[in-house]
């Protein structure tokens, strides 16, 4: 049933997605559990795999498994080329002009610790400020907590309005003084909210800061370009946008990561070694230390193809409507209040509270329906401190996801409340 | 479900011993900030024995009727003997199987219970 909401006008004219034939394309779609059809809506923590993906991973350890950058053997000329590979459609699908600026992280969490102890570790001192804001996902906050424990600079944040949007009016107040660098989320993983990127970094740019990009919850979803963002580094991960867990990236512009120093020491990462000292190898490998994460990295680049092929301007508007859907249907039951913004303010998730039933409940209740949602504060525990909340239950969905699913959650919740109410 | 058995419901809608003590000889506040379950546990102690008990605090429907089922069942107990609960007489208490991510939710009440009978960072 379409709403005013669902007209955006962010994407350009993307064909709507044909759910029946993605769902096909991932295996554990067809699973039953506790004996009801697998309904899937904790994507913002981890998708689901296609069976590109998977194929992929199985070919790579089938046919060409070897150490990379190493042998001059046909399996590591292989593998060498396939993990390079994936590098270069990755920089493609953000929109780097090459690879090189793309680091392989474990996940995003890495790639911002990457960050705060290389660049962090070089720039940050004593009286020079990083600011953040209230909604950040906890590895957006603690590595910076880490740093600023041993040098003494200052963190402060951009605080979150009750609509769940940033409070931006005395941003220029925030960036005076020496504001080294402003790191932030691009869409929150809890209330939704997609932040005004562009203005931001303008702001940030204009008071002589750089911009960390949080795109964890972005690039997956919707079309994302760094150079039209203008950001200076970017962190997202790669089992969120289809791809395997173990591998993520922080992308950088290459005269920012040149200048960094190495973080971690290792195998990969050095031109030579000798006993009185090292040297550095070149981008990117200067902050890769030892053997990576091969087959991963090669899964990823599988899930980039498979989403180009798709489109993501297509998969962001389908993901609007799904939400702009289910934030229609969902206060059909008694006692849910949807954290965040407006359907026309926000990606493709809803987290929300019910009454008093705890979200662990709620989420044991929905999965005995097969319904997998997410219960906690989602890593992000100052922002339901902000909320006065100790947790709250998230659907988060993807291109696989249906209205039909939205229907059987919003039945599967008025079981909730009959369950729970005193 | 099995998880939310009729006696569970009952105990999470109607929590037996909710409330405060006039004057506890021991209190025990504890929480588990993954979910944001809380609990304040206070205990009144005659001749070594738990003469009466108390608990405050919100969690989920585990959490909650673990606490309440708990508190029922140690009036009259030791604290020698309650030194020695386990996770299984908790368990055997709840009467339900607990997943490795909920154990924590039904494990809290005891977790404040051994830290209050042991001695352990009483609030007064």
């Known amino acids: ?72 053997h046909t399996l590591s000329e292989e593998a060498t080329a396939q993990y390079e590979g994936a590098r270069a459609k990755v920089a493609s699908f953000v929109g780097s002009c090459c690879p090189k600026e793309i680091i392989w992280t474990r996940n995003a969490s890495e790639a911002m610790n990457l960050l705060a102890q290389s660049w962090g570790r070089a720039n ?7 600011l953040l804001t209230e909604m950040e ?20 944040y951009v605080r979150v309005a009750d609509d769940g949007t940033l409070i931006l009016d005395d941003l220029s107040k925030l960036l005076a003084g020496r504001t080294k660098l402003v790191s932030f989320t691009y869409m929150s993983n809890v209330v939704g909210t997609i932040n005004p990127v562009k203005e931001l970094t303008r702001a940030a740019h204009r008071a002589g800061a750089l911009v960390h990009l949080d795109a964890c919850q972005a690039v997956p979803h919707m079309p994302v370009n760094i150079e039209e963002l203008d950001v200076d580094f970017m962190s997202f991960s790669g089992h969120k946008m289809l791809g395997p867990t173990g591998i993520g990236a922080l992308w950088g512009r290459r005269e920012l990561l040149n200048a960094m120093p190495p973080w971690m020491g290792g195998g990969d990462m050095i031109r030579e070694v000798h006993l009185t000292g090292f040297k550095p190898s070149e981008l990117p490998w200067k902050f890769e230390a030892g ?9 990823l680049g ?6 180009e092929q798709v489109g993501m301007a297509a998969i962001h508007q389908a993901e609007r409507e799904l939400t702009a859907y289910a934030m229609q249907r969902l206060p059909e039951v008694e006692g849910l209040r949807i954290l965040g913004p407006a359907a026309d303010k926000r990606g493709g998730l809803v987290a929300f509270t019910l009454g008093d039933a705890h979200p662990h409940d709620i989420a044991a209740v929905l999965d005995n329906l097969g319904i997998a949602i997410r219960a906690g504060h989602h890593c992000a525990q100052p922002l339901h401190e902000r909320y006065c909340i100790p947790a709250s239950a998230r659907a988060s969905f993807y291109l696989y996801n249906t ?17 729970f109410t005193f | 479900m099995d998880l939310y058995a009729e006696e569970i419901l009952d105990h999470y809608k109607h929590p037996r011993h909710f409330g405060h003590l006039d004057d506890p000889t021991l209190t025990y ?11 304040t546990l206070e205990l009144q102690i005659a001749d070594g024995k738990v003469a009466d008990v108390a608990f405050t605090g919100h969690g989920c429907a585990i959490s909650r009727a673990a606490a309440s089922m708990m508190s029922e069942e140690i009036i009259g107990r030791s604290l020698d003997e309650l030194r020695g609960w386990n996770k299984e007489s908790i368990l055997d208490l709840l009467g339900i199987e607990v997943g490795p991510v909920r154990i924590k939710c039904a494990l809290l009440p005891l977790k404040a219970l051994k830290a209050a009978v042991w001695g352990l960072g009483e609030d007064e």
């Open chain 2, 29 to 39: 506040h504890d929480r588990n900030p993954l979910c944001g379950d809380e609990i």
């Open chain 1, 1 to 72: 049933m379409p709403t005013a909401t669902m007209t955006q006008s962010t994407s350009s004219q993307s064909t709507p997605l044909d759910a029946e034939a993605i769902r096909a394309d991932f295996p554990i779609l067809e699973r039953r559990v506790h004996g009801l059809p697998l309904i899937y809506l904790d994507n913002a923590a981890s998708s689901q795999k296609p069976r590109q993906v998977i194929d992929a991973l199985t070919r790579y350890y089938e046919h060409s498994n070897a150490n990379v950058h190493r042998g001059v």
């Open chain 1, 137 to 156: 996902h906890h590895s957006n906050i603690v590595p910076w907590q880490i740093l600023a424990a041993e040098l003494g600079f200052e963190i402060a």
């Open chain 1, 302 to 307: 599988a899930a980039v193809d498979y989403l």
């Open chain 1, 124 to 130: 940050l001192k004593r009286g020079d400020r990083v």
């Open chain 1, 291 to 299: 053997t990576p994460a091969i087959a991963q990295a090669i899964g």
């Open chain 1, 403 to 419: 209205k039909e699913e939205v229907d059987l959650l919003v039945k599967a919740l008025h079981k909730v409340v009959e369950m």
